[in-house]
């Protein structure tokens, strides 16, 4: 059993910045991908940020310099760091998680989802 745990959201004014993180539990053999994707009211959920096992990343063109995705690859953590923020930014965030629970058990997981809220 896989659970993934995310934190650091919350309301922050325009400009302002949040770190958001999250932690996969359980059992985990191997982790090929995490990432964030965002939901805002009345739209598709979208790819925000991931990266992979060998360390590359890939982000939307929306965030592109302002957020920056990273790693605890020892304690499976991703974090993503967001700066300059923007109203249209604001969504509830989602964790996600391709990996392997055994050597040929691989699935794709996610976390409850944590609101970010920006003012303008």
């Known amino acids: 059993q896989v659970q993934l745990v995310e934190s650091g959201g919350g309301l922050v004014q325009a400009g302002g910045s949040l770190r958001l993180s999250c932690v996969a539990s359980?059992?985990?053999?191997?982790?090929?991908?995490m990432g964030w994707y965002r939901q805002a009211p009345g739209k598709q959920r979208e790819l925000v940020a991931a990266?992979?096992?060998?360390?590359?990343?890939n982000y939307t063109d929306s965030v592109k310099g302002r957020f920056t995705i990273s790693r605890d690859s020892a304690k499976n953590t991703v974090f993503l760091q967001m700066n300059s923020l923007k109203p249209e930014d604001s969504a509830v965030y989602y964790c996600?998680?391709?990996?392997?629970?055994?050597?040929?058990?691989?699935?794709?997981?996610w976390g409850q989802g944590t609101q970010v809220t920006v003012s303008s």
């Open positions: 359980g059992t985990i053999f191997s982790i090929n991908a």
């Open positions: 990266i992979i096992s060998g360390g590359s990343t």
């Open positions: 996600n998680a391709d990996l392997r629970t055994a050597v040929l058990r691989r699935g794709n997981y």
